[in-house]
């Protein structure tokens, strides 16, 4: 067994969602249900668009170019995961609907549990056939549930018997959840280091594309619907900005091969500088207009 993709990276996971589900409420849940036309775009945005663009474009930059069937997985992957704590922070400082952007990772987070493990069986299938390494469905689907959902459903417990004590250490465990996420993501460059340089042709330009392809689709859909500016930007962040950390687990730990990580890891790195360019672009607009 290897210590650290069976038994660091998911605790570190779970504490990543647990900390998550201290800043959520039920209401949370029931805003999707409150604003009916936002939350429908941005969970199709989220869970059918994004995977489903991914997946077209894979298969043209494979028809036109060269990537290997392994990495195709891994960008499938880093496209099935929810967004993360990263897209609430960066939406609220783009000074977008950050109350949207909580209640797309919150219900996005939950169905993780089933999305996730249909999307990459199918991907592995396709891409790999014969050759594809063994992912047991039903196992996969209660190990992401029991490290994704069960952890926030408990932050979301302990902060409804004590929202006090949940008020006191959210803030501390917000910030050690953000060091654990970009630890883990430097952390997976570092290692799978060589595996980057030797397939940087086939990794580097597709993982920039999808990041701007999805932030593109996320900002047209919210657009086409008829979205004010602030929701679009929150379902902008959720189709660009993915969880890193959890793409890392289910290549490394539930599927077992190394080169699938890559793919994740970079988008992981590609996304703050695309996104952050965003933000600022974002909020020098939002600025401007309210003050002419």
């Not at 570190?12 to 998550?20: C, E, N, R, T, V």
């Not at 290997?68 to 967004?83: E, K, Q, R, S, Y």
């Not at 990041?211 to 689709?217: F, P, T």
Request: charged share 10%; aromatic share 8%; with cysteine.
């Amino acid at each position: 067994m290897n210590f650290v993709t069976d038994v660091l990276l998911p605790l570190a996971l779970a504490f990543i969602m647990l900390s998550m589900g201290l800043a959520l409420t039920p209401g949370d849940f029931f805003r999707v249900v409150r604003q009916p036309r936002a939350a429908v775009i941005g969970l199709i945005a989220q869970i059918i668009a994004l995977p489903l663009l991914a997946f077209v474009m894979i298969v043209a930059w494979r028809a036109v170019g060269v990537m290997d069937p392994v990495l195709a997985v891994g960008f499938m992957i880093i496209a099935a995961c929810p967004g993360g704590v990263t897209s609430n922070l960066l939406t609220h400082l783009a000074r977008g609907d950050t109350a949207l952007s909580i209640s797309l990772t919150a219900v996005t987070s939950v169905l993780a549990g089933i999305t996730i493990p249909l999307i990459v069986s199918a991907s592995n299938a396709w891409f790999l056939g014969a050759e594809a390494p063994p992912l047991p469905l039903f196992g996969t689907i209660i190990g992401i549930f029991g490290i994704v959902t069960v952890p926030v459903l408990i932050g979301m417990v302990i902060k409804g018997i004590g929202p006090a004590f949940a008020g006191r250490i959210e803030p501390t465990c917000r910030h050690v959840a953000a060091a654990l996420f970009v630890i883990i993501v430097i952390a997976a460059v570092a290692t799978e280091w060589q595996l980057l340089i030797t397939h940087f042709d086939e990794i580097g330009p597709p993982v920039l594309v999808l990041n701007l392809v999805c932030m593109a689709m996320g900002w047209s859909l919210a657009r086409a619907g008829r979205l004010g500016r602030d929701q679009s930007v929150a379902i902008t962040l959720e189709a660009g900005l993915q969880n890193g950390t959890l793409a890392v687990l289910i290549a490394a730990t539930f599927l077992g091969n190394e080169l699938m990580v890559v793919p994740g890891a970079v988008y992981s790195l590609v996304m703050f500088f695309t996104a952050g360019v965003y933000v600022a672009t974002s909020a020098a607009r939002r600025s401007a207009n309210s003050q002419g």
